[in-house]
């Protein structure tokens, strides 16, 4: 019975994920993918792909996965309650994310614009 409710959690969190991805238009199969699921997600949120590295390292992959899930949620038009629930409960919240009716509007971290120009003398 275990065995059967892990099977069902497991289905759950890739069929969401495999939406949420073609939802930001990128491969849904790479949601089955370990490591490439996770530089795909970084890509989604427009955070850069060194930060895999950061999910190596112990008690630094929670601040990171926090960090992750704000963005998705962000990325997709949510609040930061959605994207607490994404990291605490994301076999729920990404089939929510990903059949729901969210949309994808883009990186939710922008590229930081270039300082103003000093007014001319």
């Not at 759950?12 to 993918?33: C, D, E, N």
């Amino acid at each position: 019975m275990l065995f059967i409710v892990q099977l069902v959690i497991i289905v759950l969190i890739v069929a969401g994920f495999w939406k949420v991805f073609t939802k930001a238009s990128q491969p849904g199969w790479a949601a089955i993918i370990p490591i490439y699921n996770l530089y795909i997600l970084l890509k989604i949120v427009g955070r850069p792909a060194w930060w895999l590295i950061l999910f190596l390292v112990p008690i630094v992959n929670l601040v990171i996965a926090v960090l992750v899930a704000l963005d998705v949620a962000k990325s997709f038009g949510k609040g930061t309650g959605f994207g607490i629930g994404l990291f605490l409960l994301g076999f729920i919240f990404y089939p929510i994310l990903g059949f729901g009716d969210a949309v994808y509007g883009g990186p939710s971290v922008a590229p930081k614009a270039p300082p103003p120009a000093p007014p001319a003398a």
